[in-house]
């Protein structure tokens, strides 16, 4: 059996045209841990030599035919001839022309990244992820620079999204190119107040802030994401049972709690 990956990626602006990745004549064997796999697991992959990136994604077809792409395409030309049928035969006609086995791929996909997780080897997780770490912040400045030289104290790269260029990009796609990282740490800091009427205000943090916490955890799990907040910040009841460290005026205070949720998350630290 052949089999037929399918990508489709989301636009990134108005009217532009999608992007298509297709590779034809796969095994099973390969489709399902080269490209399917990495998917489930949300981690970068190549298909037909395009990068994939699976938050990019907006539709996957996985196919799969008795014979190779350069029978499929002969048979359906000469049925379509047959048929006084004038149509384009091109790979899209090949992924098409299959059985679709998207759904049974996914599942078995997904038990390989269960497994693998249940079998991970700590000590090599750090080879395997970025050392790249995103420090997501409000106006509290000082706690920034605190927590960004911690960072590094620990032999890791933070990466702030304010010192990055914008590249004529807007923030929202500045903010998703720069979040390929292997970890997170959102600061929750005392920098608005809201509440259900004017009575009852309460500090909060940006709500950008909270935003991009719960965009990193989706994005990276949960164990991969640390939220430092101060007294009296309020945490929305949605992202209880997130890893959360309370902070005072010294990031520095909580090096070691930190630290082992680095550790915890398969980072080998300075």
């Not at 996909?109 to 991970?120: H, L, P, S």
């Not at 997780?125 to 995103?134: G, I």
């Amino acid at each position: 059996m052949y089999c037929h990956a399918r990508i489709e990626l989301k636009a990134k602006r108005a009217k532009e045209p999608k992007k298509v990745a297709i590779e034809l004549d796969l095994s099973r064997e390969d489709l399902l841990n080269k490209i399917a796999a990495p998917y489930s697991s949300s981690r970068r992959f190549i298909l037909g030599g395009v990068p994939i990136n699976p938050d990019e994604v907006e539709e996957v077809l996985f196919s799969e035919t008795e014979s190779n792409s350069a029978a499929i395409m002969a048979s359906l030309r000469v049925r379509n001839l047959s048929r006084n049928i004038v149509s384009t035969v091109n790979s899209h006609s090949v992924v098409r022309a299959g059985t679709n086995i998207t759904r049974s791929v996914l599942e078995d996909a997904e038990k390989i990244t269960i497994r693998d997780t249940v079998n991970e080897d700590p000590a090599s997780v750090q080879s395997q992820r970025s050392n790249r770490v995103f420090i997501v912040h409000g106006h509290d400045q000082m706690a920034v620079e605190q927590t960004e030289n911690l960072v590094r104290r620990f032999g890791l790269i933070p990466i702030i999204l304010r010192d990055a260029p914008n590249a004529g990009n807007t923030v929202i796609e500045k903010f998703e190119a720069h979040s390929e990282v292997g970890f997170a740490i959102i600061l929750l800091t005392p920098d608005d107040v809201g509440g259900i009427s004017k009575l009852h205000l309460a500090p909060r943090a940006r709500q950008n802030a909270i935003w991009e916490w719960g965009y990193l955890v989706a994005k990276l799990g949960r164990r991969y994401v640390v939220c430092l907040y101060k007294d009296g910040v309020e945490i929305p009841s949605d992202l209880h049972g997130l890893l959360t460290i309370k902070i005072g005026e010294q990031v520095r205070d909580k090096t070691e709690e930190i630290r082992r949720e680095f550790i915890a998350a398969g980072y080998r630290l300075k």
